[in-house]
Each structure stands twice: as structure tokens, then as C-alpha cells.
């Protein structure tokens, strides 16, 4: 690498455009593939949990933002299932607000209030963030959205309803300070 000079490398940026073009291709396929892996115990499968928790977000009224990191929050999940939260952060990190990145990231130790006593866990642990400026949001994304979506009879959307909004969310320019807008805190409705 430290032998390439400035038209190679611009060469390889405008040679990377149709790549990275098709970044909500990959990202709806890997969607499409989680609805084939349904994990032993649970009754729906990844998709199901991720168009549910979209779904809900949607009828609440939540932004395209919310929608969209509601609908990948888990997306990291085949890959990374130890730190999945984190993972699913990173591909959404480049193209929604910092506090819709944030409660992705740190969705996982915020729901161990449901299940971390049955491990012998510390459910509690998500109270190391409660001066955070994105610890209410947090709350309320896990409690709203994602805990309830594991239910084989609710009724949600389809990936085909969500995949514009994936394709306008990832088509923005990455890292785009007028969509990070690093600090501020949205809500996750507009009620």
C-alpha cells in the first residue's frame, strides 16, 4: 500500500463506487438469509425478529432511522452472536443519526434486564450507562421494539415493504455530518 501513488489510489475509489453502490443489496440479502436460520428454541426466525421489531418502530410512528436500525439491530447476529450488538452498530454506524448507532451498539447489555437473572447475570448492567444521554432511548427501543418481537402470531411487514428504506438510508454519503449529527438525542416517535 505505501507504494501506491495518487492515481492509483484514485483509481481504486472510483473502481470501489459499484461496490459500494450495492451496499443495501448485501445488506437485505444477509436480512433474506437470517430468515432461513431459525435457532433451536426460539419460534421465529432472525428476519421474523428484525421485520417485527421494524414493524412495531414503524406503527409507533418512529423516523426512517429508528425503522431501519430496528429492523438491523441484529443483523450482526450470524456472524458475531457473542458481540452481534456491536457488529450490527458497524454496519449501520456510516449512514444513520450517532444516537440510533448508540442503542444498537449497546441494545444487548440493555436487555439482560429481561433474562440476566435466569444466567445469573447482572440484569442491571445496562445502569453503568444511565448518564448517557442515549440510555432512556436505549430503554425504550428494547422495551417498545425489541423484546415483544419475538412473537410467531404478530402480524408485520414484509422485507419487500422495508427494502426502499434500507436502499435510501444506505444510499446516503457515509458519515454525512448532517445525518450523524454526533450528540444529538432524537426520539424514537413522533407522538
Known sequence: MKDGTREDYQLLAELEKPFLALTADRVLAELARAG???LD???ITR???GLQSATRAE???ADLDWIVGALLHDIG???APQNHDRMSAEVIRPFVRWDVAWVVE???IFQTLYYGRHYGWDENARDRFRDHPCFESCAQFCEL???SSFDPDYEMQTLDHFAPMVKEVFGRKAYDPAVIREGHVSPLTRG
Open 106 to 108: 449497546h441494545h444487548g
Open 41 to 43: 428454541g426460539y419460534k
Open 36 to 38: 432461513e436460520d431459525t
Open 145 to 147: 421494539w425489541d423484546q
Open 77 to 79: 447476529d450470524g456472524l
Open 59 to 61: 406503527k409507533d410512528g
Open 47 to 49: 428476519l421474523q425478529h
